[in-house]
């Protein structure tokens, strides 16, 4: 599932995050790629791990978002957070404070911990919600049909 942001949803978060540089190269590189999700985390991605745009990439979108996953779905503190900032989406301290969250997870599993990668995560968690995010988000390539246990990550 590629979450599309809107011009407005990148402006409101351009707004809220401003002066964190992190941010509005997230923002900047969502507006390069029309708002589109896992094409900006692809070049997000690209950037911070050296490698090239190929099936590379995309497996290592895949196992960021998997590991990121398995970690915040299960902690209660990620959850309160969460919707803390839902319910007051024009706070900075609550969003950077989720963001921060989501590095200290990446850097506890040594995945891409670049604050730019986690504020699109949190972004895109925002946008979608942390129980779509969680719950039907697969994670093999069997369709849930097949695997109700499945969870499949979400790529184009």
């Keep these: 599932m590629d979450a599309q942001f809107t011009r407005t949803e990148i402006n409101h978060y351009?707004?809220?995050l401003q002066g964190e540089n992190s941010a509005q190269k997230v923002l900047d590189t969502l507006e390069n790629y029309n708002g589109r999700f896992c094409d900006s985390l692809d070049e997000l991605l690209s950037e911070v791990s050296g490698l090239k745009k190929t099936h590379k990439i995309k497996h290592l979108q895949q196992a960021t978002l998997k590991t990121l996953r398995n970690e915040v779905c299960g902690h209660d503190r990620f959850r309160t957070q969460f919707q803390e900032?839902?319910?007051?989406?024009?706070?900075?301290?609550l969003l950077t404070g989720l963001i921060a969250s989501l590095v200290g997870f990446a850097?506890?599993?040594k995945l891409p911990h670049d604050p730019a990668i986690a504020t699109i995560v949190v972004l895109y968690i925002l946008k979608i919600g942390l129980n779509i995010f969680c719950e039907y988000t697969e994670t093999s390539a069997q369709p849930?049909?097949?695997d109700p246990e499945s969870r499949r990550i979400p790529h184009d």
Excluded: K
């Design 14 to 16: 351009r707004r809220i």
């Design 85 to 93: 900032c839902r319910e007051n989406p024009q706070s900075t301290p």
């Design 107 to 109: 850097t506890a599993h």
């Design 144 to 146: 849930p049909a097949t």
